[in-house]
C-alpha cells in the first residue's frame, strides 16, 4: 500500500496551486470568485488569505477578457493560472483560445508564446443541466496550438499544474467536477507528472477500456465487475486528449484486440472518434471485433435525476458493452 | 512636450510619407499579384500611427489590428520583413505565416497584427496587467476601430483596465466605418469618448488628421498613463481613403464624402504648414520623397530576394521551441 496523506481531488488540486504561488513569484491565479469566494468548487479556498489580491485575483463576470488577459500577461512574461468555473463558460472565451493562444506561437513565426493554463471544471452528473454540464474537453483537443489534460488520478490532480505551467504552451485542465471530492492517499512528496501519455491503470488480456477524466472511476469499476465473471479487461487512461499518446493505446489493443471507448462527450464528432480512427489506421488487423463506444446519449443534459443518469456512461453500459466485445467472434 | 519645431515636423511628415508610399507600392504589388490575401490599406490615416508612435518608449508595447502596416512602420519594424511577410516568405516578420494582418515583431514590442475585431484589447489588459504586477513601468498602447466598440470585449478590456488600474493607452481609430457599416448605423451612443468615460478613465477626442493634434494628445495620455494608475482613452477621428480591403467596391459612402476628406490629407496638411514656415520647398520635398521610395524600394527588393519557407516547417512553431524561460 502506498504511504502517504490521505487527500482529496480537490485538496490535491489546492496543493499544486499553493506549490505553484510558492515557487515562482510570476505564477497568479485569476478567475471568477477565486478568491474571497473561495472558488465555485472551493479548490482556491484560503489561496486568498496566504497570497493575497494581486496573486489571487477574483474577476468580473468577463470570461473573454480574463482569459485573454491571462494570454496577454502570459506573452508577457507571466505565468497565469486562470480558472473558468465551467467549461461551458468557456464558449465566452472561445475567441480568445482559439484565436490567439492557439494561433499565437505559429502566426508569429515564433516569436512569441503563451505559456498559460487555464482549468476548468466539466462533466455531468449533479443535476445541473445542461448550461452547467457538458464534456467540451474533445472540443478544444480539436485544435492544434493547445495542449488538453484531463486529471482522473490524485496524483494527476496534484502533478499536472506543474507540468502545465513549466510548458511553453497553453495548456487546458479539465477537471471532472464529480471527482474534486474523490479521496484517497497520495505520496507526502508528490511531484510533477508528465502530460504527454496514456496510462494502463489496470492490466488484462481480454479487451481494452479507453477512457479518461470523470469516466475512469466508472471503467474501473466496470473492469472489476467483469472480473467477476471472468473477463479480463485493461484499462487505459488517456490523461492527455491532445496529444494523443497512438502509441499506448494502439500498445494495448494490439494485445487484446478489442476496443471498448468510453467517453462522456457526445459520440459524434468527439475524442471517443478520434481514437477510434487511430485505431483503425494504426492496428486495425489486431482487431478481433468491431470497436464499441459508450458515450453521452446525444441530448442536452437534462435536469431530472433519471434522465440524467440515462443520458451518461454508466458502470452498466460500459459492462455491457464489454461484454458485447468480448463475445464477438473474430 | 511635444517637440513641434521644424525638424519635428519633418519628421514627422516623413514617417507619414513612409507609411503612405509603402502601402502604394503593396498595393502595386497586389495588382500584381506578388500579394495576395486580404490587404487593408491605412492611407489617410497615417497621422494617427506617425504621432502616437512618438509618445512611446522602445520598451513600451504596441498591440495593434489588421489595418496595421503603418503602425508597424512607425513603431520601427523594418520595411523589409514587412515587404517579405506579405510575400509569403521565410525573411517575412511572421515567417510568412501571418501575412498582412499579422505582423509581429518581438524586437520592437509589437504584438500584432490582431484580425479578430477587439480581439487585442483583452491581451492589451494582460500585458499591462504583467507590467504592474511587475513594477515595470511601461505602457501598453492598443490600437483599434470604432467597430470594435460594438464588440463585447471592448467593454470587458475597457472595465478590467479601469478597474484594476492598468497602464493601456486605448487608441479607438475611427473612420467611421466599420467595413462598410457606418457608425450611427451600428451605435446608440456615437460619442466614443463619452461611452469609455463611463468606465472611469480620461477619453476625449483627437482630429485625427491632424498629426501635431494626435502627437500632443499622445504625450498627454502616456504621461498620464505612466504616472498612473490606470488607461486613457483617445478617440482619434480620422478617415481612410482607400476601400476597406482590396475587394471592396465602396457601395456604402458617397464619393463626395471621400473628397472632403481628402481634402484634409495630413500629409498635405503637414507639408503646407512646413512651406509657409519655409522649412520646406521643391528640392527638400523631392529629396525626402526620394529617400522614402529608395527605403520602399530597398523593401521590395529585399521580399524578392527573400526565400519560401520549406514545406518541411509547416508545422513549426504551432508549439514553441524548447522549454519556457
Given at each position: 500500500?502506498?504511504?502517504?496523506?490521505?487527500?482529496?481531488?480537490?485538496?490535491?488540486?489546492?496543493?499544486?496551486?499553493?506549490?505553484?504561488?510558492?515557487?515562482?513569484?510570476?505564477?497568479?491565479?485569476?478567475?471568477?470568485?477565486?478568491?474571497?469566494?473561495?472558488?465555485?468548487?472551493?479548490?482556491?479556498?484560503?489561496?486568498?488569505?496566504?497570497?493575497?489580491?494581486?496573486?489571487?485575483?477574483?474577476?468580473?463576470?468577463?470570461?473573454?477578457?480574463?482569459?485573454?488577459?491571462?494570454?496577454?500577461?502570459?506573452?508577457?512574461?507571466?505565468?497565469?493560472?486562470?480558472?473558468?468555473?465551467?467549461c461551458?463558460?468557456?464558449?465566452?472565451?472561445?475567441?480568445?483560445i482559439?484565436?490567439?493562444?492557439?494561433?499565437?506561437?505559429?502566426?508569429?513565426?515564433?516569436?512569441?508564446?503563451?505559456?498559460?493554463?487555464?482549468?476548468?471544471?466539466?462533466?455531468?452528473?449533479?443535476?445541473?443541466?445542461?448550461?452547467?454540464?457538458?464534456?467540451?474537453?474533445?472540443?478544444?483537443?480539436?485544435?492544434?496550438?493547445?495542449?488538453v489534460v484531463?486529471?482522473?488520478?490524485?496524483?494527476?490532480?496534484?502533478?499536472?499544474?506543474?507540468?502545465?505551467?513549466?510548458?511553453?504552451?497553453?495548456?487546458?485542465?479539465?477537471?471532472?467536477?464529480?471527482?474534486?471530492?474523490?479521496?484517497?492517499?497520495?505520496?507526502a512528496d508528490?511531484?510533477?507528472?508528465?502530460?504527454?501519455?496514456?496510462?494502463?491503470?489496470?492490466?488484462?488480456?481480454?479487451?481494452?477500456?479507453?477512457?479518461?477524466?470523470?469516466?475512469?472511476?466508472?471503467?474501473?469499476?466496470?473492469?472489476?465487475?467483469?472480473?467477476?465473471?471472468?473477463?479480463?479487461?485493461?484499462v487505459?487512461?488517456?490523461?492527455?486528449?491532445?496529444?494523443?499518446?497512438?502509441?499506448?493505446?494502439?500498445?494495448s489493443?494490439?494485445?487484446?484486440?478489442?476496443?471498448v471507448?468510453?467517453?462522456?462527450g457526445?459520440?459524434?464528432?468527439?475524442?471517443?472518434?478520434?481514437?477510434?480512427?487511430?485505431?483503425?489506421?494504426?492496428c486495425?488487423?489486431?482487431?478481433?471485433?468491431?470497436?464499441?463506444?459508450?458515450?453521452?446519449?446525444?441530448?442536452p443534459?437534462p435536469?431530472?435525476?433519471?434522465?440524467?443518469?440515462?443520458?451518461?456512461?454508466?458502470?452498466?453500459?460500459?459492462?455491457?458493452?464489454?461484454?458485447?466485445?468480448?463475445?464477438?467472434?473474430? | 512636450?511635444?517637440?513641434?519645431?521644424?525638424?519635428?515636423?519633418?519628421?514627422?511628415?516623413?514617417?507619414?510619407?513612409?507609411?503612405?508610399?509603402?502601402?502604394?507600392?503593396?498595393?502595386?504589388?497586389?495588382?500584381?499579384?506578388?500579394?495576395?490575401?486580404?490587404l487593408?490599406?491605412?492611407?489617410?490615416?497615417?497621422?494617427?500611427?506617425?504621432?502616437?508612435?512618438?509618445?512611446?518608449?522602445?520598451?513600451?508595447?504596441?498591440?495593434?489590428?489588421?489595418?496595421?502596416?503603418?503602425?508597424?512602420?512607425?513603431?520601427?519594424?523594418?520595411?523589409?520583413?514587412?515587404?517579405?511577410?506579405?510575400?509569403?516568405?521565410?525573411?517575412?516578420?511572421?515567417?510568412?505565416?501571418?501575412?498582412?494582418?499579422?505582423?509581429?515583431?518581438?524586437?520592437?514590442?509589437?504584438?500584432?497584427?490582431?484580425?479578430?475585431?477587439?480581439?487585442?484589447?483583452?491581451?492589451?489588459?494582460?500585458?499591462?496587467?504583467a507590467?504592474?504586477?511587475?513594477?515595470?513601468?511601461?505602457?501598453?498602447?492598443?490600437?483599434?476601430?470604432?467597430?470594435?466598440?460594438?464588440?463585447?470585449?471592448?467593454?470587458?478590456?475597457?472595465?478590467?483596465?479601469?478597474?484594476?488600474?492598468?497602464?493601456?493607452?486605448?487608441?479607438?481609430?475611427?473612420?467611421?466605418?466599420?467595413?462598410?457599416?457606418?457608425?450611427?448605423?451600428?451605435?446608440?451612443?456615437?460619442?466614443?469618448?463619452?461611452?469609455?468615460?463611463?468606465?472611469?478613465m480620461?477619453?476625449?477626442?483627437?482630429?485625427?488628421?491632424?498629426?501635431?493634434?494626435?502627437?500632443?494628445?499622445?504625450?498627454?495620455?502616456?504621461?498620464?498613463?505612466?504616472?498612473?494608475?490606470?488607461?486613457?482613452?483617445?478617440?482619434?477621428?480620422?478617415?481612410?481613403?482607400?476601400?476597406?480591403?482590396?475587394?471592396?467596391?465602396?457601395?456604402?459612402r458617397?464619393?463626395?464624402?471621400?473628397a472632403?476628406?481628402?481634402?484634409?490629407?495630413?500629409?498635405?496638411?503637414?507639408?503646407?504648414?512646413?512651406?509657409?514656415?519655409?522649412?520646406?520647398?521643391?528640392?527638400?520635398?523631392e529629396?525626402?520623397?526620394?529617400?522614402?521610395?529608395?527605403?520602399?524600394?530597398?523593401?521590395?527588393?529585399?521580399?524578392?530576394?527573400?526565400?519560401?519557407?520549406?514545406?518541411?516547417?509547416?508545422?513549426?512553431?504551432?508549439?514553441?521551441?524548447?522549454?519556457a524561460?
Open positions: 500500500m502506498t504511504t502517504g496523506v490521505r487527500t482529496s481531488y480537490r485538496e490535491a488540486i489546492r496543493s499544486a496551486l499553493r506549490e505553484a504561488l510558492q515557487r515562482d513569484p510570476r505564477v497568479f491565479v485569476m478567475g471568477e470568485d477565486v478568491g474571497r469566494y473561495g472558488g465555485c468548487y472551493a479548490v482556491t479556498k484560503g489561496l486568498l488569505e496566504e497570497f493575497g489580491p494581486e496573486r489571487v485575483r477574483d474577476t468580473p463576470l468577463s470570461e473573454s477578457t480574463f482569459v485573454g488577459a491571462g494570454i496577454g500577461a502570459a506573452m508577457n512574461g507571466m505565468r497565469p493560472i486562470v480558472e473558468i468555473m465551467t461551458n463558460f468557456s464558449l465566452l472565451a472561445l475567441d480568445q482559439m484565436n490567439n493562444a492557439a494561433t499565437v506561437s505559429h502566426m508569429s513565426g515564433g516569436q512569441f508564446s503563451v505559456p498559460l493554463v487555464i482549468r476548468m471544471a466539466t462533466g455531468a452528473g449533479r443535476q445541473v443541466a445542461a448550461q452547467h454540464s457538458h464534456s467540451l474537453e474533445g472540443w478544444f483537443a480539436h485544435v492544434p496550438g493547445l495542449k484531463t486529471p482522473a488520478t490524485l496524483e494527476d490532480a496534484r502533478g499536472m499544474l506543474w507540468t502545465a505551467l513549466e510548458d511553453p504552451n497553453p495548456v487546458l485542465i479539465f477537471e471532472h467536477a464529480l471527482l474534486y471530492n474523490a479521496e484517497g492517499e497520495l505520496p508528490a511531484g510533477p507528472v508528465d502530460i504527454d501519455t496514456a496510462r494502463v491503470r489496470r492490466e488484462g488480456r481480454d479487451v481494452s477500456i479507453v477512457t479518461y477524466g470523470g469516466s475512469l472511476p466508472k471503467a474501473l469499476a466496470a473492469a472489476e465487475e467483469l472480473a467477476q465473471a471472468g473477463v479480463q479487461a485493461e487505459v487512461d488517456l490523461r492527455t486528449l491532445r496529444p494523443l499518446d497512438t502509441g499506448t493505446i494502439v500498445a489493443v494490439t494485445k487484446t484486440h478489442r476496443a471507448i468510453v467517453d462522456e457526445w459520440r459524434s464528432g468527439s475524442i471517443s472518434a478520434e481514437v477510434t480512427a487511430r485505431l483503425v489506421e494504426h486495425f488487423y489486431e482487431l478481433d471485433a468491431p470497436v464499441r463506444r459508450v458515450c453521452s446519449a446525444e441530448v443534459t435536469y431530472a435525476k433519471h434522465m440524467e443518469d440515462a443520458a451518461l456512461p454508466q458502470v452498466a453500459d460500459i459492462v455491457a458493452a464489454t461484454q458485447d466485445a468480448v463475445s464477438t467472434v473474430a | 512636450m511635444p517637440r513641434h519645431t521644424e525638424d519635428h515636423r519633418l519628421h514627422l511628415l516623413r514617417e507619414m510619407l513612409r507609411i503612405r508610399r509603402f502601402e502604394e507600392k503593396s498595393a502595386e504589388l497586389y495588382s500584381a499579384g506578388k500579394i495576395r490575401g486580404f487593408h490599406l491605412y492611407i489617410g490615416e497615417e497621422a494617427v500611427a506617425a504621432g502616437v508612435m512618438q509618445s512611446l518608449a522602445p520598451d513600451d508595447t504596441v498591440v495593434a489590428t489588421y489595418r496595421e502596416h503603418g503602425h508597424a512602420i512607425a513603431r520601427g519594424v523594418g520595411m523589409g520583413p514587412l515587404m517579405a511577410e506579405m510575400y509569403g516568405k521565410a525573411e517575412g516578420a511572421s515567417r510568412g505565416r501571418g501575412g498582412s494582418m499579422h505582423i509581429f515583431d518581438a524586437a520592437t514590442r509589437f504584438v500584432g497584427g490582431n484580425a479578430i475585431v477587439g480581439g487585442g484589447l483583452p491581451l492589451a489588459v494582460g500585458y499591462a496587467l507590467d504592474r504586477l511587475r513594477g515595470d513601468a511601461r505602457v501598453t498602447c492598443c490600437f483599434f476601430g470604432e467597430g470594435a466598440v460594438a464588440e463585447g470585449e471592448f467593454h470587458e478590456s475597457m472595465n478590467l483596465a479601469a478597474l484594476w488600474g492598468l497602464p493601456v493607452l486605448f487608441c479607438c481609430e475611427n473612420n467611421l466605418y466599420a467595413m462598410g457599416t457606418a457608425l450611427q448605423r451600428s451605435e446608440s451612443e456615437t460619442d466614443l469618448a463619452l461611452k469609455a468615460s463611463a468606465y472611469g480620461p477619453a476625449w477626442h483627437v482630429d485625427g488628421m491632424d498629426v501635431e493634434a494626435v502627437e500632443a494628445a499622445a504625450q498627454r495620455a502616456v504621461t498620464t498613463v505612466r504616472g498612473g494608475p490606470g488607461p486613457v482613452f483617445l478617440e482619434m477621428r480620422t478617415y481612410r481613403f482607400r476601400p476597406h480591403s482590396m475587394y471592396d467596391p465602396e457601395l456604402y458617397p464619393k463626395e464624402e471621400v472632403a476628406w481628402k481634402e484634409r490629407d495630413p500629409i498635405s496638411t503637414v507639408q503646407a504648414t512646413l512651406r509657409e514656415q519655409g522649412a520646406l520647398d521643391n528640392v527638400a520635398l529629396k525626402l520623397e526620394d529617400e522614402v521610395a529608395r527605403e520602399v524600394e530597398a523593401a521590395v527588393a529585399f521580399a524578392e530576394a527573400a526565400t519560401l519557407e520549406s514545406l518541411d516547417d509547416l508545422a513549426r512553431f504551432v508549439y514553441a521551441e524548447g522549454a524561460e
